[in-house]
């Protein structure tokens, strides 16, 4: 090991002796020499005490940390890490089984990589970087997987366009770092989705409702279920496997409902308890009749950045409370915040705010949160991100 030194202002090397993963620029003292966006650097406190090596970035986030003893970041690195990560989902009865092969190998911080995300989708592992350190990294990080999971893997996309800071002006490098086929029919509980990684929101599907999903499913039987910000169905197919008479799922996007009508030919063909509608949110919400008993509600992040959390607040409140006035008595609500700004006490007291305005009687039946594939580091709390009340309206 041999990387540039950044030096630490007094007593802020605290956090790095409590393993948290990231040096915010405001710590840093000094650098020993220029070290360029996404170079690894060694990390020192006061007395020239060695902390940590990670990536160096311009930015709030200065270092994303690798790890905390002096070690040099080689292939066997990132062998051993990604083998951890892939054992762990073995454990979790995810990889390795008969009726699932679609997990999120790679969490970011939660499995010690701050900065890269890893989706498995059957043969496929699609692969984001949210830091620069980790876009370089991408040929040595691809090489790892293919040791790591051998004739399982066929296909390794890179997709990272939207999510590397545009600051480091760093081209476009989105494309396939082994094989080159363009979908695939991933396996979750035993349902069927295509997969369209590279025109697909996000990695292409949205891996961590898996458990609330198949929460759902328990609840569905006998009910008229509408699936709000559907995206590719996926909680639309629990529900119809769960019994629901009557299922509607509703995207704003009309590539994504197409996807959603793709899915019900694989798991349901021509099951006419289905119907699926591009249309925005409110629009649908204010129209619709009292029909419904079962409801999710999954919007997108409505905060992005901490400085717009009113907004999303009341953005929250508002959707939920057409929720509360329109379910069937005896109605269930599942409804989510996938806004990491947004904490789990503030969804609640915008759910509340909502309940409140609409006087009907509710009770939380669950709270839920990310799947065990979505690991939250302990020292890392702020990866904690999915927050779902499941509510039960009289
Ligand atoms: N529940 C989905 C994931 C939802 S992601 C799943 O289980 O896979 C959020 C979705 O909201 C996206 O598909 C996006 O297209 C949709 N969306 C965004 N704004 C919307 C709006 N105003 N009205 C309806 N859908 C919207």
């Given at each position: 090991m041999n990387y540039t030194k950044v030096f630490l202002r007094p007593k802020k090397e605290e956090s790095l002796l409590r393993f948290h993963p990231w040096v915010f620029s405001g710590a840093i003292q000094s650098i020993e020499g220029k070290p360029e966006e996404g170079d690894l650097v060694e990390v020192y406190g006061s007395n020239n005490r060695f902390l940590a090596v990670g990536h160096y970035q311009i930015g709030s986030i200065a270092v994303r940390i690798l790890?905390?003893?002096?070690?040099t970041i080689d292939a066997s690195f990132w062998t051993e890490r990604i083998r951890t990560a892939y054992n762990l989902r073995q454990a979790l009865g995810l990889?390795?089984?008969?009726n699932n092969n679609t997990y999120r190998l790679i969490h970011g911080e939660g499995d010690n990589l701050p900065g890269l995300i890893i989706d498995i989708y059957a043969h496929t592992a699609v692969m984001q970087a949210h830091a620069v350190g980790m876009h370089h990294a991408r040929t040595e990080i691809a090489e790892a997987l293919k040791e790591v999971m051998g004739d399982a893997l066929h296909n390794i996309y890179y997709k990272s366009e939207a999510t590397l800071p545009f600051k480091a002006n760093l081209t476009n490098e989105d494309g396939y770092l082994l094989g080159g086929q363009e979908e695939d029919v991933a396996l979750e509980n035993g349902l069927k989705f295509y997969v369209d990684w590279q025109k697909g929101q996000k990695t292409g599907f949205f891996v961590d409702q898996r458990e609330n999903r198949s929460l759902l499913e328990h609840y569905a039987k006998g009910r008229s279920v509408l699936n709000m910000f559907c995206y590719t169905g996926g909680f639309s197919f629990y529900a119809m496997r769960g019994g629901a008479t009557v299922v509607h799922s509703v995207d704003s996007s009309a590539k994504a409902i197409s996807l959603t009508n793709k899915n019900v030919s694989l798991n349901f063909p021509d099951d006419p308890r289905h119907a699926a509608y591009a249309e925005d949110a409110f629009k649908y919400l204010d129209k619709m009749g009292d029909n419904y008993d079962l409801i999710i509600l999954d919007p997108p992040a409505f905060a992005k950045h901490k400085n717009v959390l009113r907004n999303a607040l009341q953005g929250y409140r508002k959707l939920n409370a057409i929720a509360f006035e329109k379910i069937k008595p005896g109605g269930i609500l599942f409804t989510f915040s996938c806004s990491q700004v947004v904490s789990k006490e503030n969804f609640r007291l915008a759910v509340f705010s909502a309940a409140a305005q609409s006087g009907r009687s509710v009770r939380i039946l669950h709270q839920l949160t990310q799947p065990a594939d979505h690991p939250v580091n302990i020292y890392h709390p702020e990866g904690e991100y999915l927050k779902g009340l499941v509510l039960y309206v009289e």
């Open positions: 790890s905390f003893r002096p070690i990889a390795g089984v008969e």
